[in-house]
């Protein structure tokens, strides 16, 4: 019996490369290799890991990961910053993978390894050869060069990975790749703020992580995504005196133009308006973001400050910076069990600004403890993305299955060791 060891690069690639390839050699025994140090951030690279282990779960393959050696990959690549996909710097890069994965098949006895990039519509077959069999050469294993695009592989490929809902990344993987495809839409990859905020890649990370676990119990998903309007902050806060005052920035503030020095205008209730840009203070009782719970149409610059700073605030100037984003987000909702389930249960993917938020392990004992009523289908949890901002998820769940959701466990709550049904 021959061992092959696969290196992987992503889900996509790797679901129709590893049934054919099985298919074609039923009497080989697959070892898959993630090693991807070239991928950037590290919360994509966590997320096309995560699709891959789903994708091994399902087809009952042992799954390695490599080492996240991000530095030593820069390295290699140093001086080929600008070349472009299919030029220098991707023939390095595959060396780098390829010659770890030679490495490897080595040290675990296989016969002959193989990668599933050679699935890729992008890459170039003759260019991920020449690797492969450079570096076979210098570790004695042989590499198999495999074209499973042809013939309708790759639609295939497409086929199988919107069937499988699995996350489908949009550029290649490293940070000159990043630039170079997605151009100025490739800084939302590279902002990562605290928590799982909505439409995040750590929102979409945790929902994955979720779903993996409840597969491997073997208890039945469905994935609907949906696109809205995300907004993202980049920078700024409040200052008085040159002392920074604690914030948050309610989602869909606009940005300040430049840099606002100003006084409070009015007050109404607990809202403090300043006299320039549109700038809005509201206190708190305490220093924690809310959800929103109307849709917002208007983009007041607004700031959650504790009720402790009011005087500060009413007597003296207040300096005020932010800058913002509009952009085009995804996000997801995940149900977990039947949708015709007398109870249905809510659980927010997203997590406050504060990080306030339900943790994948809240939601492991969870689904544990009420797993009888899962899998004899009373009862069905749903993942809701983006929840925070007016219940997003919420309305999509609702739209896309028709029934409703029976409660929801809001953010901070602490489930462990519920039994709730
Ligand atoms: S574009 Fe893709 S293959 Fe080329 S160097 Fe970047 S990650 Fe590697």
């Known amino acids: 019996m021959e061992r092959v060891l696969v290196h992987i690069c992503c889900a996509p690639d790797a679901l129709y490369f590893l049934k054919r390839f099985r298919e074609e050699n039923p009497d080989s025994e697959l070892i898959g290799f993630f090693y991807d140090p070239n991928i950037h951030p590290y919360e994509e690279y966590r997320l096309r890991y995560q699709e891959t282990e789903r994708t091994c779960n399902e087809l009952k393959i ?20 600008n070349e472009p996909e299919r030029g220098e710097r991707c023939s390095v ?42 570096v076979a050469s210098r570790y004695g294993v042989k590499f198999i060069a495999v ?18 809902e699995i996350y489908q990344q949009d550029y290649c993987g490293c ?73 948050f920035v309610r989602p869909y503030s606009q940005s300040i133009r430049g840099r606002c020095r100003a006084g409070v205008d009015r007050v109404v209730g607990n809202t403090l308006y300043l006299n320039k840009q549109f ?47 509009f952009v085009n987000s995804t996000s997801s909702v995940l149900l977990i069990g039947d949708p015709q389930a007398q109870e249905i249960l809510g659980i927010p993917a997203d997590t406050l600004q504060d990080r306030r938020g339900v943790s994948p392990k809240d939601v492991r004992i969870l689904i544990e403890k009420n797993l009888g009523c899962i899998e004899e289908g009373s009862v ?7 929840h925070s901002l007016c219940g997003i998820g919420r309305k999509v769940f609702e739209e896309t299955f028709g029934v409703g959701i029976t409660r929801i466990i809001g953010y901070g709550k602490v489930l462990l060791n519920a039994k709730l049904f």
């Open 380 to 386: 069905s949890l749903v993942l809701l993305g983006a």
């Open 279 to 325: 700038v809005r203070i509201v206190l708190l009782d305490e220093f924690e973001d809310r959800p929103l719970t109307e849709p917002e149409m208007t983009t007041y610059p607004t700031f959650l400050v504790p009720g402790a700073y009011r005087e500060t605030l009413l007597e003296n100037r207040i300096d005020a910076r932010l800058r913002t984003e």
């Open 62 to 81: 042992k799954l390695i990961e490599g080492e996240y050696d991000v530095e030593d990959w820069l390295r290699n690549v140093r001086g080929l910053e």
């Open 175 to 247: 940070i000159y790749g990043l630039f170079q495809q997605k151009e100025e839409d490739s800084l939302f990859d590279l902002v990562s703020t605290p928590g799982r905020r909505p439409g995040s890649k750590e929102e979409r990370l945790f929902i994955k992580e979720v779903r993996t676990f409840a597969e491997a119990l073997g208890l039945p998903t469905k994935e609907v995504e949906f696109p809205f309007l995300g907004w993202i902050p980049l920078e700024g806060g409040l200052w008085v005196k040159g002392k920074a005052i604690p914030s």
């Open 93 to 134: 890069c595959f060396d780098f993978r390829l010659e770890r994965s030679a490495r490897l098949a080595k040290e675990l006895g296989c016969d002959a390894f193989t990668t599933t990039l050679l699935m890729s519509p992008k890459k170039k077959f003759s260019q991920l050869k020449d690797s492969g069999e450079r």
């Open 147 to 164: 074209d499973y695009r042809k013939g309708g592989g790759t639609q295939e490929m497409f086929r199988l990975t919107k069937e499988k």
